[in-house]
C-alpha cells in the first residue's frame, strides 16, 4: 500500500535524522576527516545519501553544526 510505503519511507528519514543528530552530537567542531568517518560507520543503509550530500553534512558539522534539524 502507498500509506505503508509512505510510513515506511518516513521512519527509514527519521532513524537518518537522529543517526546525523547523534554524530553531531558527538564530533562537533571535529575535524572533518573524524566526522565522515563516524558517519560512513553509524549511518544506516536506508535511505542511502549520495556523497555530496554526506560531504555538505560532514563539513556542517566539523562547524560545529547540527543539519539535522533535530
Given amino acids: ?3 505503508d510505503r509512505a510510513t515506511r519511507e518516513h521512519e527509514d528519514n527519521l532513524v537518518l535524522f537522529r543517526a ?3 554524530v553531531a552530537v558527538r ?3 571535529a575535524p572533518y576527516h573524524q566526522v565522515i568517518s563516524a558517519l560512513t560507520a553509524d549511518l544506516p ?3 542511502r545519501l549520495a556523497a555530496d550530500e554526506l560531504r ?3 563539513e ?3 562547524l ?3 543539519p539535522s534539524g533535530l
Wanted: hydrophobic share 40%; glycine share 14%; proline share 5%.
Fill in 1 to 3: 500500500m502507498i500509506v
Fill in 20 to 22: 546525523v543528530h547523534e
Fill in 27 to 29: 564530533h562537533a567542531g
Fill in 45 to 47: 543503509g536506508t535511505p
Fill in 56 to 58: 555538505r553534512i560532514a
Fill in 60 to 62: 556542517e558539522i566539523s
Fill in 64 to 66: 560545529g553544526r547540527d
